[in-house]
């Protein structure tokens, strides 16, 4: 089960910090993915990062201004996003994937949080 939670909303150029956690006995062996839906959108990858987190993959759209990270003793992952825009408005959901790498395909992610929502205005 994934809990995600701090989505809220704050104004164009504001931070705020997601987390997720996750009942998953082998949290540490499974790479771990934030995605996002817009409205109106079709659900897209925004962050991945591998089991031990050596690995980050990001959607150019967020990059350089969003940072996932991870604590496999607290069987967590956080996205922490700064300078946001009113175009980073959406649900996003944390999910765990089947494999240990930092998938960007939605497809190899077998469980997903309940999302949490990012509202920017401008």
């Known amino acids: 089960q994934l809990q995600a939670s701090g989505g809220g909303s704050v104004q164009a150029g504001g931070s705020l910090r997601l987390s997720c956690s996750a009942s998953?006995?082998?949290?540490?062996?499974?790479?771990m993915g934030w995605f996002r839906q817009a409205p109106g959108k079709e659900r897209e990858f925004a962050a991945a990062?591998?089991?031990?987190?050596?690995?980050?993959n990001y959607a150019d759209s967020v990059k350089g201004r969003f940072t996932i990270s991870r604590d496999n003793a607290k069987k967590a992952m956080y996205l922490q996003m700064t300078s946001l825009k009113p175009d980073d408005t959406a649900v996003y959901y944390c999910a765990v994937s089947s494999y240990g790498g930092a998938s960007t395909t939605p497809n190899v992610y077998a469980y997903w949080g309940q999302g949490t929502k990012v509202t920017v205005s401008s």
């Open positions: 990062i591998s089991s031990s987190g050596a690995t980050t």
């Open positions: 998953v006995r082998t949290f540490s062996t499974h790479g």
